[in-house]
């Protein structure tokens, strides 16, 4: 019975389409699969061998020797190869990795990005020219009756929105072809979150909504600047969209300690969110109430770009939101760098180790 079960699970590991590898304590490799030999460069008979005699590849290496219990899942490039490792431990018996390899997986990803990003780019030109033409009817003194002026007003609400969609989906793909993350900078907010609220200036007085901003003029952050207005710029405006009539938007920041943290927070009091909607806001095209979101130009792609943007810049997003009493959007940067501004012989010492 055992032996059955022994060689129903020796044919299971040699037949996996997975590479699974088991490294014991002692750095020795106990198990490696037909798979991970195809996966990973290696010499021909590995098993029970030391790991840093027979894979050349540091970074698995050192996946291979975590003595704790954390799980591990990360990328691993190997040439033109791509390779997902997912590492557990596996107590006194050692570590266990298992390899997939997902480089064509990733490559069609790339590809339909691509293909966004292209057909994004060529539909917004037309869509442009469109509401372009439509507002020259509306607003040149030409002579329409009602029914055609209702009408032209339609074309270009339509194709404003259609130009808003494909500049969003351009964004995505763009922020998601990044590999990298952004580079950052010390940027004072106040200017940012000027600059956000006057955009949206025209819009709010149309509604009777009044700005109150508390952003200290010398609060500065760690973060990437056309991240930050594309944020800010996007709470604030939902802010308004979402807000009721002789409504209210407050825009604070303060710095918070331990850890030293920058909270930035745009609280309207609008129509708010119920709970089970909350966890949904940053998917892509979700709206809580379509025509609501149509009406006020939205594209339900707003969060979604902004949930991107923050966590390509190591900072966190948090909402709080009740239904019919508005919505608390909270931000977490990285403070200044304190010492960034310190000139060099300003006589801090500075010591290597
Ligand atoms: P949209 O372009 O529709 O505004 P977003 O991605 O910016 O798309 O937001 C997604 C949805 O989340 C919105 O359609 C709206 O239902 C909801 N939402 C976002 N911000 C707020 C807010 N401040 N108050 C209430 N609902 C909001």
Same mark, same amino acid.
């Given at each position: 019975m055992l032996d059955a079960q022994s060689t129903l699970l020796a044919e299971l590991i040699k037949r996996s389409p997975m590479g699974i590898v088991v490294c014991d304590p002692s750095g020795v490799l106990r198990i490696v699969n037909d798979k991970a030999r195809q996966l990973l460069p290696m010499v021909p008979q590995p098993e029970g061998r030391l790991a840093k005699d027979t894979l050349p590849i540091p970074r698995l290496l050192e996946v291979l020797s975590v003595v704790d =219990?954390?799980?591990? $899942?990360? =990328?691993?490039?190997?040439?033109?190869?791509?390779?997902?490792?997912?590492?557990?431990?596996?107590?006194?018996?050692?570590?266990?990795?298992?390899?997939?390899?997902?480089?064509?997986?990733?490559?069609? $990803?790339?590809?339909?990005?691509?293909?966004?990003?292209?057909?994004?780019?060529?539909?917004?030109?037309?869509?442009?020219?469109?509401?372009?033409?439509?507002?020259?009817?509306?607003?040149?003194?030409? $002579?329409?009756?009602?029914?055609?002026?209702?009408?032209?007003?339609?074309?270009?609400r339509n194709a404003l929105r259609l130009n808003s969609l494909f500049s969003d989906l351009l964004t995505l793909s763009k922020i998601e072809a990044q590999s990298v993350n952004m580079p950052k900078e010390d940027l004072e907010l106040y200017p940012i979150a000027v600059e956000c609220m006057d955009k949206q200036r025209q819009r709010a007085e149309k509604r009777g909504i009044l700005f109150q901003l508390m952003v200290p003029k010398d609060l500065k952050v760690h973060a990437n600047r056309d991240a930050m207005?594309?944020?800010?710029?996007?709470?604030?405006?939902?802010?308004?969209?979402?807000?009721?009539? =002789?409504?209210?938007?407050?825009?604070?920041?303060?710095?918070?300690?331990?850890?030293?943290?920058?909270?930035?927070?745009?609280?309207?009091?609008?129509?708010?969110?119920?709970?089970?909607?909350?966890?949904?806001?940053? $998917?892509?095209?979700?709206?809580?109430?379509?025509?609501?979101?149509?009406?006020?130009?939205?594209t339900g792609l707003g969060l979604s770009i902004v949930k991107r943007l923050v966590d390509r810049m190591d900072a966190q997003i948090e909402v709080r939101s009740r239904v019919d009493r508005g919505s608390i959007f909270r931000l977490w940067l990285d403070p200044a760098d304190p010492f960034a501004a310190v000139p060099e012989e300003s006589g801090i010492e500075t010591k290597k180790w």
């Open positions: =219990d954390s799980s591990i $899942e990360e =990328d691993l490039y190997i040439g033109s190869k791509i390779l997902k490792i997912r590492s557990v431990s596996m107590g006194e018996h050692g570590r266990l990795a298992i390899l997939e390899d997902v480089s064509t997986l990733y490559k069609a $990803e790339d590809h339909r990005r691509e293909f966004v990003a292209n057909v994004s780019h060529e539909l917004r030109t037309p869509a442009t020219s469109i509401a372009g033409y439509a507002d020259l009817l509306l607003n040149a003194g030409i $002579e329409l009756s009602t029914e055609a002026r209702d009408m032209v007003r339609v074309i270009h207005i594309h944020i800010v710029g996007n709470l604030i405006e939902n802010a308004v969209k979402y807000n009721r009539e =002789d409504g209210l938007v407050t825009i604070r920041a303060e710095l918070r300690s331990a850890p030293p943290k920058v909270l930035f927070e745009v609280i309207d009091l609008g129509v708010g969110m119920a709970p089970s909607h909350l966890e949904r806001i940053f $998917e892509r095209f979700f709206r809580v109430d379509k025509g609501r979101s149509r009406n006020v130009g939205g």
